[in-house]
């Protein structure tokens, strides 16, 4: 089981940018690096989504509604995920989560909310 800690959230106008950090400081390297980690969000009303994943060698996918905006990276030293995300729209607006791909019901934090005003 990780221990996943999101930050980074915000309040942001559209078209703005927020990097959102996912650290995992309960978890080792040698688990925490070839664990494939990914980014959801939790719109209101909807289910959780997939927003971004990274392998443990840093190959990303992207889901379609963020690609060219949003970009998923890690840095294995800090055992930390990061999102940076771009050009934000309204639609954005939603609870962010790290989690490993696929994800573990167990691992799921408390995420960071980010809402972004038009």
């Known amino acids: 089981q990780m221990l996943l800690v999101e930050s980074g959230g915000g309040l942001v106008q559209a078209g703005g940018s927020l990097r959102l950090s996912c650290r995992a400081p309960?978890?080792?390297?040698?688990?925490?690096?070839?664990?494939?980690m990914a980014w959801y969000r939790q719109r209101p009303g909807n289910q959780r989504d997939l927003v971004a994943s990274?392998?443990?060698?840093?190959?990303?996918v992207y889901a379609d509604s963020v690609k060219g905006r949003f970009t998923i990276s890690r840095d294995n030293s800090r055992k930390t995920v990061y999102l940076q995300m771009n050009n934000l729209k309204s639609e954005d607006t939603a609870v962010y989560y790290c989690?490993?791909?696929?994800?573990?019901?167990?691992?799921w934090g408390q995420g960071t909310q980010v809402t972004v005003s038009s």
């Open positions: 989690n490993s791909k696929p994800a573990r019901d167990s691992d």
């Open positions: 309960r978890t080792i390297t040698s688990v925490f690096n070839p664990t494939h």
């Open positions: 990274i392998s443990s060698r840093g190959s990303t």
